[in-house]
């Protein structure tokens, strides 16, 4: 996720067991991580662990750290009941469908999360 304010931005990334482990992987992020930081990107990173043991104390650190880097909120929007059907929900579903199709190995992604988004 990319939060922006001005010509800020810092990139807040959610690292997991699933996709943020193995030695190969570490190193992708930390290259991509290098990268954008020489462009003046900030990070946040926040373990699975971390946030499961404690989503709320988390979200706090997330927020001053968001703080500390300037990046302040923008007024909040309110979105009517039925909004959330834009084209780009449409597509995205329609993408999570045909991936849940012809996945050979269905235990590298978690199914039903994406069945209950289908529904929404």
């Given amino acids: 996720m990319v939060a922006v304010c001005g010509k800020k931005r810092v990139a807040i990334e ?27 990107w900030r990070f946040i990173r926040i373990r699975g662990s971390e946030y499961y043991r404690d989503a709320e104390q988390t979200m706090q650190r997330v927020m001053q750290e968001l703080t500390d880097f300037e990046i302040m909120p923008e007024e909040t929007q309110e979105f009517a009941p039925g909004t959330r059907d834009t084209e780009l929900l449409q597509r995205v579903k329609t993408r999570a ?24």
């Fill in 97 to 120: 469908h045909a991936l849940m199709q012809k996945c050979e190995q269905p235990d590298l992604i978690d199914v039903e999360t994406i069945r209950a988004a289908l529904q929404a």
């Fill in 14 to 40: 959610c690292d997991g067991e699933r996709w943020h482990s193995g030695e190969a992987k570490i190193r992708e992020d930390m290259e991509r991580q290098t990268i954008l930081e020489r462009l003046g």
